[in-house]
């Protein structure tokens, strides 16, 4: 997809995140660390949701891979928007896409795997139904 395909819409979730002082670098942009801390709040959002819960008692979610695509700079002042959506799950996993928009403009993009475990014996467990249905709401045709 090129940059200028990916919309804000395209994305069912959305949060909004303030950009800081602190999340400058020398060069005056925002560091790019920083845009995995923007990219896990948008996840966070999605995963832990008390309104749509998708966590089991006894389970949480683990990244497997997280894939992250620098499009352009980010700067301060201002806020950003972060897009999920789920692009396919599995029996245990989820696979998300994500992008990342300043002024309406895509400045990274990224896939991610998450995986559903067992808090005791740390290994994979299968997503209930419940949570593929609500997954199945947060996919957006591409």
């Not at 789920?86 to 400045?107: H, K, M, N, P, W």
């Amino acid at each position: 997809m090129s940059d200028d395909a990916h919309r804000v819409e395209d994305y069912p979730a959305h949060i909004t995140e303030k950009i800081r002082y602190a999340d400058t670098d020398r060069q005056g942009h925002v560091n790019n660390a920083v845009f995995a801390t923007f990219l896990e709040s948008g996840r966070v959002a999605v995963l832990y949701d008390p309104l749509a819960p998708l966590v089991e008692p006894g389970s949480s979610f683990v990244i497997a891979r997280l894939e992250l695509d620098f499009r352009a700079e980010m700067t301060w002042p201002g806020d950003v928007v972060v897009g999920t959506r789920v692009a396919s799950t599995g029996r245990s996993s989820i696979v998300l896409e994500q992008a990342i928009f300043q002024d309406e403009r895509c400045v990274a993009t990224a896939k991610t795997v998450i995986v559903g475990v067992d808090e005791t014996t740390r290994r994979s467990r299968p997503l209930s139904e419940s949570a593929i249905e609500i997954l199945g709401g947060l996919t957006a045709p591409r």
